[in-house]
């Protein structure tokens, strides 16, 4: 369930930031562009979420959430918050709210949450070599040797 949650939420969010990406290339300031920017968010957004859906790893689940939650980050802060151009960054302020950036919001919100459950729910991997205890013979547990 939490695989499907952390998907649609980023599914969503890429769908969004697909869609509005060359509404931001008139975006001022900075030497990236809001088109390159959104685009970019767009495609983590997207592989995150097929990384999730083909692999429900811890690492899968972290890059999801590290996706996710900058994505709702950046979107609270740049609504919020006139912060200007930053280094290569552009000015993304925006105050006003719309269907789309709800979509955008809830998408993001939920797949992050969730793939911060993921992350924390699922179990690591053991591989060869690490502190697992011996396997038992076929008789039963290994006894120690008798003198």
Known sequence: ?????????????????WVFAPDMAFVEGGSIGGDVLF????VA???????VLAWAR?????????????AVGALLLYYSVDVGAIGPLPDMYEPVWYGEKT?????????ALAALAGFLTARPRRTAGTDEPPAEAPGGPLQPQQR
Request: hydrophobic share 70%.
């Open 1 to 17: 369930m939490l695989r499907l949650l952390v998907a649609a939420g980023l599914a969503a969010d890429a769908y969004v930031h």
């Open 39 to 42: 685009r970019a968010q767009a």
């Open 45 to 51: 957004a997207a592989l995150a979420g097929v990384l």
């Open 58 to 70: 811890r690492w899968t689940y972290a890059i999801a959430f590290l996706v996710a939650a900058s």
């Open 103 to 111: 979509i955008s919001a809830v998408g993001e919100g939920v797949a």
